[in-house]
């Protein structure tokens, strides 16, 4: 069983930036995918981004508002701890954010993913 804690979210000004940390405890030898997930009020969670067992990245979207270009996904491998950095930040991108993992090499489907933490809340407001 793997268990996931988020931290690093907060308030932030448009512009601004922050740093999510995801540390797992449990073996994480099963894991393929790591995600970051976010969810805003009134709305669907939906990736951001994904980074596999090798190190391959994955961010959602060409829509506007996609976070490509704003947004790396990265993993320490020695503390297994997933990152998601957050540049020039946008209020839409206020949600909460959540972080996830999978045996599996998934992709965007949140029902890919075994494990999830409970979400760290993200607010970008003047």
């Known amino acids: 069983q793997v268990q996931l804690v988020e931290s690093g979210g907060g308030l932030v000004q448009p512009g601004g930036s922050l740093r999510l940390s995801c540390a797992p405890s449990?073996?994480?030898?099963?894991?393929?995918?790591w995600a970051w997930f976010r969810q805003a009020p009134g709305k669907e969670r939906e990736l951001v981004a994904t980074?596999?067992?090798?190190?391959?990245?994955?961010?959602?979207?060409s829509y506007a508002g996609s976070v490509q270009g704003r947004f790396t996904i990265s993993r320490d491998n020695t503390k297994n701890t997933v990152f998601l950095e957050m540049n020039s930040l946008k209020p839409e991108d206020t949600a909460v954010y959540y972080c996830?993992?999978?045996?599996?090499?998934?992709?965007?489907?949140?029902?890919?993913?075994?494990?999830w933490g409970r979400g760290t809340q993200v607010t970008v407001s003047s």
């Open positions: 996830c993992a999978s045996e599996y090499f998934a992709g965007a489907a949140a029902s890919s993913y075994h494990y």
């Open positions: 980074i596999t067992r090798g190190g391959n990245l994955h961010y959602a979207g």
């Open positions: 449990g073996s994480v030898l099963s894991i393929n995918t």
